[in-house]
């Protein structure tokens, strides 16, 4: 019984201390946020670092078991990962906010890793290449 009790005590401990984080899936600020239209111009200098996107859903991608992806307008990819049933929250047409990583950034080929749905009602203000 002391046994157990000391091995959850253990399991307690080091889950608090070191695995709350990673249950946490808002992974800070975004470092800027843009409309799908100014991404290739404007958003070279912050690749792979966070951002945000407002777009419009062209495509949803669901096809392979362990993948999901929305395609947004201008060559706009954004990987979910194993996260289908969020990505399959929207459909074509659909505009959205969504947040990741942007790991390519070129004129009809643009990247964002570890993409997530941003809560619509959050407080969004982006980048205009005119500022």
């Known amino acids: 019984m ?7 005590s253990l399991l307690i401990l080091v889950s608090l201390s070191l695995g709350c984080r990673g ?3 808002d ?4 470092a800027a946020q843009f ?5 290739a111009t404007a958003g070279k200098e912050y690749l792979g670092k966070k951002i ?3 777009g419009t859903v062209t495509r949803i991608d669901v096809s392979q078991p362990q993948s999901a992806w ?3 307008g201008n060559g706009i ?3 979910f990962s194993g996260f289908r049933a969020m990505a399959q929250r929207n459909s074509p047409g659909d505009t959205c906010f969504i947040d990741g ?4 950034c070129e004129e009809g080929n643009i990247l964002l890793e570890s993409a997530m749905l941003r809560d619509p009602t959050a407080p969004f203000s982006p980048f205009s290449p005119t500022r």
């Open 2 to 8: 002391n046994r157990s009790l000391l091995r959850m």
């Open 23 to 25: 249950v946490i899936m």
């Open 27 to 30: 992974y800070g600020k975004p």
């Open 35 to 39: 409309l799908e239209k100014d991404v």
């Open 52 to 54: 945000t996107i407002k």
């Open 70 to 72: 929305i395609h947004l």
């Open 77 to 79: 990819r954004c990987d």
């Open 101 to 104: 990583i942007l790991k390519d």
